[in-house]
C-alpha cells in the first residue's frame, strides 16, 4: 500500500494507494519539498515527517484511509504487516505508527 501525497495542487491531498497491498508500504510525494509534505502529513491526520526525511504514519490513519475498500481479511494482513514492520523496527514501542520511506516525483 501506498501512501500517496499530492503536493501539486491548491491544497494537499493524502490519500491510500492499493489498499489491499499489504506486502510493501511507502509514501509516494508529487511535487513540493519536505517542509510542504511534513504539513499535508500533520494536516491530513496521517502522520509526520522526520528528520532524516522519513515519514511516521498512524496506524489509524492507515485504516481509515483504508476503510470500505478492502475485504474482510485485511485486518489480518495488516496485522501480519505491522508483526513484520515491528521485528525490523519499524513500528513504535505503541504499535500506533509506522516508519515509512519516500519516494518522491516531480
Not at 499489504?22 to 519539498?33: E, L, Q, W
Not at 485504516?63 to 475498500?69: E, I, M, P, T, V
Not at 489480518?76 to 518522491?104: N, P
Request: hydrophobic share 45%.
Amino acid at each position: 500500500m501506498i501512501i500517496d501525497v499530492d503536493l501539486t495542487g491548491a491544497s494537499a491531498a493524502v490519500s491510500l494507494v492499493e489498499p489491499e497491498d499489504c506486502k510493501r508500504f511507502h509514501v509516494a510525494a508529487h511535487g513540493g519539498d519536505a517542509p510542504s509534505l511534513a504539513a499535508a502529513l500533520e494536516a491530513a491526520g496521517a502522520g509526520r515527517l522526520l528528520p532524516s526525511g522519513e515519514a511516521v504514519i498512524a496506524t489509524s490513519a492507515v485504516r481509515q484511509l483504508a476503510g470500505g475498500r478492502v475485504g474482510e481479511g485485511w485486518d489480518d494482513e495488516f496485522a501480519g504487516m505491522l508483526k513484520y514492520a515491528e521485528s525490523k523496527g519499524w513500528l513504535d514501542e505503541a504499535g500506533t505508527s509506522i516508519q515509512a520511506h519516500v519516494e518522491w516525483s516531480t
